[in-house]
């Protein structure tokens, strides 16, 4: 069981790394028939690390436009998964995974959740890392086997993301960012990888049952489907490990 100091240390962690995700979800939350934002629409002010716009926690420019996220929210999302997974794995290296996992798909999740798209520049930093990280930890840990069901994992659930693109509406977006959940699941252990698949099938159903019976939206109404597939993947690690 993490101590207090390490959830608070953790929820703050999360905070930060959210608000620090600000400037690439301004950049990315575009439509995809646009090219990606590199300053306010509504100012002109640069989207950039020293840029007020792209990093007020307010989600709003001085000028009132919203560049990017919705107050907060980047901030609070990524602070609950930080804090949840320190709380179940502690700190160790089985932590680590997760947080990136947490860390990349917030800034997936939210951009996808505006526009639904899920960038190529985004879901490529997040496959480069986890295969960096997966395989600096099976060199300290001494032993393949993790590093290999993640590959196994990887090729199998990208396949079927794969195949779910080829025969039904979901973007190739999904497909891409399919392998990466894959394999950081199946690190975890096969357990875990079934359950984390199987989440977000249930979740995207919950939430499409909710908008057709409650909300009265059509079955046509765009749907998207990678903050489903992120939490569904953090929700089996947080349950599972």
């Known amino acids: 069981m993490a101590s207090s100091t390490a959830l608070v240390t953790a929820a703050v962690a999360g905070a930060a790394a959210g608000w620090g995700l600000r400037p690439a979800i301004a950049r990315f939350a575009v439509p995809a028939d646009q ?7 509504g100012c002109g002010t640069p989207l950039s690390w020293r840029s007020g716009p792209a990093l007020s926690p307010r989600g709003r420019c001085s000028c009132g436009a919203r560049p990017g996220a919705p107050a907060l929210v980047p901030e609070v999302l990524a602070a609950l998964a930080f804090t949840a997974l320190v709380a179940v794995l502690g700190i160790g290296p089985a932590l680590w995974p997760a947080l990136w996992l947490a860390t990349c798909g917030t800034a997936l999740a939210v951009v996808d959740a505006l526009v639904h798209r899920l960038p190529d520049p985004l879901t490529a930093t997040t496959a480069v ?3 960096v990280l997966l395989a600096m930890l099976s060199l300290t840990s001494h032993t393949a086997a993790p590093l290999l069901r993640a590959a196994v994992g990887a090729v199998v659930l990208g396949a079927l993301y794969l195949a779910m693109a080829i025969a039904t509406p979901l973007g190739l977006g999904d497909a891409k960012l ?3 959940i894959g394999a950081i699941l199946a690190w975890y252990g096969w357990k875990v990888f079934v359950h984390g698949s199987a989440a977000a099938i249930f979740l995207v159903g919950l939430y ?3 908008l057709l019976l409650v909300l009265r939206r059509g079955r046509r109404d765009d749907l998207s489907f990678g903050p489903f597939m992120i939490g569904g993947a953090l929700l089996a690690i947080a349950l599972d490990m």
């Open 208 to 210: 499409a049952a909710v």
């Open 35 to 41: 090219p990606w934002a590199s300053a306010c629409r």
């Open 178 to 180: 399919a392998p990466i």
């Open 129 to 131: 890392g986890t295969a």
